[in-house]
């Protein structure tokens, strides 16, 4: 029996994409291995998650490899021509994204209560009130679990 075809496409339940991601990076690990060993190659394999979470494969030590790595990109920069206008624009949205992420970590640190410092009391006040929405839209999240939960025991009881 044959394996079904899979579209690949992002997995909207998180729970099913995280396990697929655990099962795939075995997964990719252990080929980054085989082709190691096979072919005496030295692989060097970085992954982060959706998390942020750091997971690394190397078939020897992973600094001298990612130090070849350097060596030889910064060799391969020599040579290429200036940047074509396709490079500029990648770099241009690095830039940009490289940004977005520096400022969504400092507004997740505000929320955290982390870096408050250099706040104003308005900015302060705006944070509170968003915290508390924030709060009360938990607090009714779980009253709807435990809720839910007593009702089931009770379903349960009576059965």
Excluded: W
Aim: hydrophobic residues 35%; charged residues 35%.
């Amino acid at each position: 029996m044959a394996r079904e075809k899979i579209r690949i496409k992002k997995i909207d339940n998180i729970t099913a994409r995280q396990v697929t991601f655990s099962k795939r990076r075995r997964g990719i690990f252990k080929k980054a291995d085989e082709l190691s060993v096979l072919c005496d190659a030295d692989v060097a394999l970085i992954i982060f998650s959706a998390t942020g979470k750091l997971f690394e494969f190397s078939s020897s030590r992973m600094r001298d490899i990612l130090g070849r790595y350097s060596l030889h990109a910064s060799n391969i920069n020599k040579l290429m021509d200036p940047p074509s206008t396709h490079l500029r624009l990648e770099n241009c949205n690095l830039s940009r994204l490289s940004k977005e992420v520096e400022d969504k970590t400092k507004q997740l640190r505000k929320l955290r209560g982390e870096d408050l410092d250099g706040l104003n009391l308005e900015e302060l006040q705006r944070l509170e009130k968003l915290l508390e929405s924030g709060l009360s839209r938990v607090s009714e999240k779980k009253g709807e679990c435990v809720m839910s939960q007593i009702f089931s025991l009770e379903k349960r009881v009576s059965s």
